[in-house]
């Protein structure tokens, strides 16, 4: 039960869908200070938001704190129709509308009690959130709802930068429905590696059947029936891709330092590159009985000669015993590594090589590539599409560009995929 000054009692289990209750007992904890959340249709993920920030800013109250928060969509076209409804909603379910006052011009939300505010802004204009000022307390609450449709991450930095500051704690709410694409930026994993950030992933699964209605129930039956890709991805909320990923087979997730130390098929590839390409190594492992590629280590580096690549590649802990197989079209860089005291060899290629690696790759039951060690590499592969023709329809052949660890991965790996028919 939860009690405000003249507020009716109302039980959390009401308003809050049962998979976000950890969810907000971290927070009332103050666990972390990032949550992302992400899911389908009817998963509850706004309403959750919605219902946190007005009870986390009575209950500062309580306590004393003076808080205020900031809610954004990217264009502020799409303010009062979202975050700005749904934050009414959750104040008329938690029945505390008597405490708050709410006006349309400019959009505002004001805790009468205490005077703390929930503001409204677009991102489409960074600059201005540098202005966004309180005249009591802090601002302590953020929510970017539909994350996916801001541009990229350093949007999001930019605005967080500008608004936070001057206070002792803060809450991140980052609520979206996970957009088709691997190649969005939000579906980075690489963009979300903080130890103070809770990823949760919800569906309407979990939600009360009665919360949602039969007829979404229905629609939702539906679409799962006849067109079961759409509802992963619109209902379940799942990445199923644009159809044109080159790779379907990606895992990412951390290759912790136990396994590495068992792994004992040890790969090493190198692309060359040319600026403004990269030269790329990757380091990786093989497990032919289960058909899975891990990738736990990668070097990129710009405008670079072989000395200092090697160099590095030194330092990263490869011996003269590490064999690497590199481009064969730049047999001096071969020779030179040689000279240096590593064990070097140009990869053999020949015709149809490029399309027989490839294939091998995607033929693979997975391919494991730790995000964290290997962001490049997790960012290639993950971003890999074939072309479209003007008509819109897959072209033949493998894209040549941004594919260096893609081509270091392949050159590293001939001598198992060489075996295997080309």
């Known amino acids: ?208 059947r009665a919360w949602l209605g039969e007829q979404f129930i229905m629609d939702a039956e539906h679409l799962r029936d006849t067109n079961p890709a759409a509802y992963e991805h619109e209902y379940l909320g799942k990445v199923t891709g644009s159809g044109a990923e080159v790779f379907d087979n990606l895992q990412s997730r951390r290759i912790t330092d136990e396994e590495i130390s068992r792994f004992d098929r040890i790969y090493n590839g190198v692309d060359w590159g040319f600026y403004p390409d990269p030269w790329a190594f990757n380091r990786m492992h093989y497990d032919a009985a289960r058909r899975t590629l891990y990738i736990f280590g990668e070097l990129t580096r710009y405008k670079q000669g072989n000395r200092a690549t090697a160099d590095a590649l030194l330092a990263f802990g490869l011996t003269g015993a590490d064999r690497i197989t590199a481009d064969s079209a730049e047999p001096k860089s071969v020779q030179d590594y040689k000279n240096y005291g590593l064990f070097c060899r140009g990869a053999i290629k020949g015709s149809g090589s490029v399309d027989y690696s490839h294939k091998w790759l995607q033929s693979l039951l997975r391919i494991v590539i730790d995000p964290v060690r290997c962001p490049d590499t997790w960012k290639e592969f993950s971003e890999y599409e074939y072309e479209r023709g003007a008509d819109g329809e897959i072209t033949a052949g493998y894209p040549d560009a941004n594919n260096h660890h893609i081509d270091a991965v392949r050159y590293g790996l001939e001598p198992v995929w060489k075996k295997r028919g080309q």
């Open 1 to 208: 039960m939860t009690t405000f000054p003249t507020a009716e009692q109302v039980k959390l289990t009401d308003v809050i869908a049962p998979s976000f209750y950890e969810v907000h007992r971290d927070i009332a904890a103050g666990g972390h200070t990032y949550y992302k959340l992400d899911g389908g249709r009817g998963s509850a993920k706004s309403s959750f938001v919605g219902t946190e920030i007005i009870l986390d800013m009575m209950r500062d109250a309580q306590a004393g704190k003076i808080t205020n928060a900031v809610a954004f969509r990217r264009y502020k076209e799409q303010l009062h129709d979202s975050v700005f409804e749904q934050l009414l909603w959750a104040i008329n379910k938690l029945g505390v509308a008597h405490l708050w006052k709410e006006t349309v011009s400019p959009l505002r939300l004001t805790y009468i009690p205490t005077g703390q505010v929930i503001l409204f802004r677009g991102a489409d204009k960074v600059k201005k959130a540098k202005s966004i000022k309180v005249s009591k307390g802090y601002i302590k609450y953020l929510w970017f709802e539909e994350l996916d449709e801001f541009e990229n991450p350093e949007k999001i930095r930019s605005v967080r930068q500008s608004v936070v500051r001057g206070g002792e704690q803060f809450t991140v709410f980052f609520s979206y429905n996970p957009p088709k694409s691997q190649r969005n930026w939000v579906n980075n994993p690489a963009n979300w590696n903080r130890s103070d950030l809770v990823n949760h992933h919800s569906t309407y699964l979990t939600v009360p």
